[in-house]
């Protein structure tokens, strides 16, 4: 079956730290990929939408410079959220899918604490 | 705009027993697709069940099978002969367009307990 790799899996740090996460697809090459941000006992919110080679697009009200992209292949996409803040600690979890009309695949998540 | 409704925040269920776990969708889309995924505490999101719009028969995966009414905008999951690792909480998601760019939108979940 589709497997996706997230790491890491729980980050606690400093404010003002910048925290890098990764998504990789390891038995497939995926099309998009998503990063969605879930807070407690709530559904997910989708962040942007990664597609390989291109700029992220973005959800309103998500900040670009915040949350950083990068989708340098179709195997992996990274997540940087820059310069952390307390107000940034969530679960952030991520998915990719072969193509559009199959199922996204997740990610186990990042437990993000930001102290 | 595309909208995906759960109105369970919770459900309790005994063992063996099923379960159907409501969600109700609107789109303009004539082309979407309907999931369902389980989120255990541990928080990892299992991907149980996929309907398409244009399929004519219900999808079923093992114990899940989706009960599918187009014109109603219903995808109902039913569960049957519930376990207790069943217990979990359960999103129903669906992939629409919006602007020509695909979008997958959640429910804000169903809370399921199974009981011994």
């Known amino acids: 079956g589709a497997v996706v790799s997230q790491h890491p899996s729980w980050v606690i740090c400093k404010s003002g730290t910048s925290v890098k996460i990764e998504c990789r697809s390891l038995?497939?090459?995926?099309?998009?990929m998503f990063w969605y941000r879930q807070f407690p006992k709530q559904s997910l919110m989708l962040m942007a939408t990664?597609?390989?080679?291109?700029?992220?697009?973005?959800e309103q009200g998500v900040e670009k410079d915040k949350f950083l992209i990068n989708h340098a292949s179709l195997t992996l996409s990274t997540l940087t959220v820059t310069s952390a803040h307390p107000e940034d600690s969530s679960f952030y979890i991520c998915s990719a899918i072969r193509q559009v009309d199959q199922p996204q695949h997740f990610g186990d998540g990042t437990r993000l604490s930001i102290l | 705009a595309q909208k995906i409704t759960q109105t369970q925040p919770g459900m309790f269920v005994q063992e063996k027993e099923a379960v159907t776990l409501d969600c109700t969708y609107d789109t303009s889309d004539p082309s979407y697709g309907l999931f369902w995924y389980k989120q255990p505490s541990s928080g990892e999101m299992i991907f149980l069940i996929y309907q398409g719009s244009y399929d004519q028969q219900n999808a079923t995966e093992g114990r899940y099978s989706l009960n599918f009414q187009k014109a109603r905008k219903s995808a109902n999951l039913v569960i049957s002969a519930s376990q207790l690792g069943d217990s979990a909480m359960y999103f129903c998601a669906m992939r629409g367009t919006t602007s020509g760019t695909y979008k997958y939108i959640f429910g804000t979940g169903t809370r399921l307990k199974v009981l011994a």
């Open positions: 990664s597609n390989e080679g291109s700029k992220a697009t973005y």
């Open positions: 038995d497939f090459q995926a099309t998009t």
